[in-house]
């Protein structure tokens, strides 16, 4: 990796926790959680970078994805909070997410983050990606908990927010060897359910996926506004002005144009913690940059 390549990461990182550090103090009860994600996302900009996705606040059940609409009107109440935070530096993304617990389930909340330490501790160049699945599950399950397996830590190129390879939460059959230069984001969830979730109704994050033909003036005019503003990573439909935009957004995910991400939730119900570094892979070790 290139020396001003890697300092873009870090300056994304040293934003990034700055930022966490300032948002979590003001995740309290009754604060609306749209309070909250419009701090992280000004907070951001102000110190010259970008959101690199909208700020995810998820509740309770929810694991990932929920961002608040323009309108939401939804308190913190006695909740478990994941906040997931995301900065970019000229497209060289930090990801960093941490649970605030408001429910009184001190032990799941800990153990997540507890995971995350265990898995950084064996990351190095050539260290296969079910190892550090392995180490996630073993962490989690010490506690009488359960990995949600089918979610996973993930790389982070420029501009793209998840790419390969993915960092699984349990040992697999076969993996990836980490090697120099990669960046990734580790992120154990851990649960007191089944250990799965699936999509929820609700969807509020996009991301530009492909050119497609579109009748719309309107649509047309949202896809160019997408494309320069966002790239490829993803937005919240809150961040779109316009009196038609919902219905131009829906025309660009009709024709293909878009990618949705609906909100993941825990398949009984059951609570989700999680914890998230990003780390960079160098020739002597692994440096998290989120710290």
């Keep these: 990796m ?3 390549v890697l300092e873009k990461y870090r300056l994304a990182g040293k934003i990034l926790a700055e930022v966490m550090r300032e ?3 003001r995740i309290v009860e009754d604060v609306t959680l749209l309070e909250v994600a ?5 907070s951001i900009r102000s110190k010259g970078a970008e959101p ?6 998820s509740l309770d059940r929810s694991a990932a994805h929920y961002t608040p609409s323009s309108g ?4 913190f109440g006695e909740s478990m909070v994941k906040l997931d935070v995301g900065v ?12 605030v617990d408001l429910s009184g389930h001190f032990e799941l909340a800990e153990v997540s983050n507890e995971a995350l330490e265990a898995a950084i501790d064996v990351i190095s160049p050539g260290v296969n990606t079910s190892e550090i699945g392995l180490v996630i599950e073993r962490a989690i399950s010490g506690h009488g908990f359960k990995p949600v397996s089918n979610l996973t830590g993930h790389g982070l190129l420029r501009y793209e927010a998840h790419a390969e390879p993915s960092i699984p939460n349990r040992p697999i059959e076969k993996g990836i060897l980490l090697k120099e230069g990669d960046v990734i984001a580790i992120e154990p969830f851990a649960t007191n359910g089944f250990g799965r979730i699936s999509e929820a109704p609700t969807t509020e994050i996009f991301c530009f996926k492909a050119h497609k033909p579109v009748r719309s003036q309107e649509a047309r005019l949202l896809m160019k506004h997408i494309i320069e503003r966002y790239k490829t990573l993803p937005f919240a439909r809150r961040w779109l002005k316009g009196a038609r935009v919902d ?3 829906m025309q660009l995910f009709r024709a293909g144009v878009l990618h949705r991400y609906p909100v993941l939730w825990e398949v009984e119900g059951a609570l989700v ?10 020739n002597n070790g692994c440096e998290v940059i989120t710290r």
Excluded at 273 to 282: D, G, R
């Design 2 to 4: 290139e020396p001003e």
């Design 23 to 25: 948002a979590k103090s």
């Design 38 to 42: 419009e701090l992280v996302e000004s």
């Design 52 to 57: 690199a996705f909208p700020c995810n606040i």
């Design 72 to 75: 939401d009107k939804s308190i």
């Design 88 to 99: 970019h530096c000229d497209g060289y993304i930090a990801d960093a997410a941490v649970t």
């Design 247 to 249: 219905l131009a957004l």
């Design 273 to 282: 913690s999680q914890s998230e570094h990003t780390v960079a892979i160098l």
